[in-house]
């Protein structure tokens, strides 16, 4: 159980042009979901706390123009990177937590290899 | 706020070696610790976990303590594989569901 799944899990895309990456959960409810970023040989950096139904809480320092999350529905949550640049190219992973706090173990997507070009 | 060091890599052992990675963190409150595995190109996979102090989190052979009066989890296992070779994090998380990482400690299992 807590499986998280996240498409897709590479893209190339062009600078100027916008993304959007998912996570779901696949096998319970997620009432809140979390959203980070990896750059090369280093660690993963939160960049926004998303909870169903409300709008994001962004990290400091992290723009929330350019890096659009919804949260729609318990088993589904969205990140858009918007007019992409190559400095965006990074690995995003997503977490998820359950609505009983059963997901303390914070299960993690797959991640997302985001390359512009 | 909350923080996690981790050893600095790059580790390299020689298969059937000893692993220690160190991992000592700052948190306010009781947050659970964890230690993630990421292999090349892939995503994060959950090694272990505990969840309160003295709770030993166990799995593959691998294994960490979670030491309250030493703030560390340091993870162990007494025989590395080949296999083995991978980044490995160490993380705390909150009640509130976010994790704090450490910054990642590549090991190479030569044979």
């Known amino acids: 159980g807590a499986v998280v799944s996240q498409h897709p899990s590479w893209v190339i895309c062009k600078s100027g042009t916008s993304v959007k990456i998912e996570c779901r959960s696949l096998?319970?409810?997620?009432?809140?979901m979390f959203w980070y970023r990896q750059f090369p040989k280093q660690s993963l950096m939160l960049m926004a706390t998303?909870?169903?139904?409300?709008?994001?809480?962004?990290e400091q320092g992290v723009e929330k123009d350019k890096f659009l999350i919804n949260h729609a529905s318990l088993t589904l949550s969205t990140l858009t990177v918007t007019s992409a640049h190559p400095e965006d190219s990074s690995f995003y992973i997503c977490?998820?937590?359950?609505?009983?706090?059963?997901?303390?173990?914070?299960?993690f997507g797959s991640g997302t290899r985001l390359t512009v070009v | 706020g909350n923080s996690v060091t981790q050893m600095e890599g790059p580790v390299t052992l020689s298969e059937e070696a000893f692993l220690t990675i160190n991992c000592t963190y700052t948190?306010?409150?009781?947050?659970?610790l964890f230690w993630y595995v990421q292999y090349p190109g892939e995503g994060l996979q959950l090694l272990l976990k505990?969840?309160?102090?003295?709770d030993k989190g166990s799995n593959k052979g691998f294994e960490a303590t979670y030491r309250k009066e030493t703030t560390s989890f340091h993870l162990e296992k007494g025989s590395v594989q080949v296999s083995d070779s991978a980044v490995y994090f160490c993380a705390l998380g909150t009640n509130a569901g976010k994790s704090t990482f450490g910054d990642g400690t590549t090991l190479t299992v030569k044979p």
């Open positions: 948190a306010t409150g009781y947050p659970s």
């Open positions: 998303s909870n169903e139904g409300s709008k994001a809480t962004y």
């Open positions: 505990a969840t309160k102090a003295d």
């Open positions: 096998d319970f409810q997620a009432t809140t």
């Open positions: 977490s998820a937590r359950g609505s009983q706090n059963q997901n303390y173990g914070y299960t």
